[in-house]
């Protein structure tokens, strides 16, 4: 399909400049019809097709497994968030203990992929939630964290995901996340600041009142080195 090149332009400047279209992963209706193994031997030619295109030589050792590789790599993990049979179940529990006050867990390792450029992103969540009768399983809030960060990603829209996904679980509004992450797509092209580092945060509930937002941030910025 021919695009037109002052939409070629557009589209290219929305990516250059990290721009999300939508709060959902952009994804389409058949997205499922094709089985794992039949989307590993489909990207498998396809990577195989780029690598010849730049001229390298697929019948060196060091290169003959890297189309199949990536293919794996690519359904199995780093964009294993797009199945949402994958999607962690987060059972949740009375407050019998009646903890009121917030929980957060810090320091969440993420790894995730740009959606523009389908390079990494490296960097940390902090989550947090006042219970309103139930908890979940601190593993799951991580889980959920890598659940979202799998896919071709926008941050912000990452926020948004993690947020309104244990908001549904705990049936409580007063959910937050704030994320600090490099991207590769700004460290290692580009402008190649390596540097700097991106903070988006989403905040619901009770976590939008100033008080409970500033007792969150400083939770995060407790030294909890052990």
């Known amino acids: 399909m021919k695009i037109d090149n002052t939409l070629e332009d557009q589209f290219e400047q929305i990516g250059n400049d990290h721009i999300s279209s939508s709060e959902e992963t952009p994804i389409r209706k058949d997205a499922f019809a094709l089985s794992d193994a039949e989307k590993i031997a489909k990207i498998k030619e396809n990577v195989r097709e780029i690598m010849d295109t730049l001229g390298l030589d697929l019948t060196d050792d060091s290169l003959q497994g890297t189309p199949n590789r990536v293919a794996k790599m690519f359904v199995k993990e780093i964009f294993g968030g797009l199945n949402p049979d994958k999607k962690p179940s987060a059972s949740t529990f009375d407050n019998k203990y009646k903890y009121g006050e917030m929980l957060v867990e810090k320091n969440i390792t993420l790894y ?99 008080a409970t937002r500033h007792e969150f941030l400083d939770y995060i910025n407790l030294d909890t080195n052990f």
């Open 112 to 210: 995730s992929t740009c959606e523009h450029h389908l390079l990494p992103i490296v960097g940390r969540a902090h989550v947090a939630y006042i219970s309103n009768g139930t908890v979940v399983g601190l593993s799951k809030m991580n889980r959920i964290v890598d659940y979202y960060a799998k896919r071709p990603q926008v941050q912000e829209r990452l926020n948004i995901q993690i947020v309104r996904e244990l908001q549904r679980v705990l049936g409580t509004e007063d959910v937050a996340c704030v994320i600090d992450a490099k991207h590769l797509c700004v460290n290692s092209r580009g402008i190649r600041d390596i540097e700097s580092s991106t903070v988006t945060a989403e905040y619901g509930g009770k976590f939008k009142e100033e």
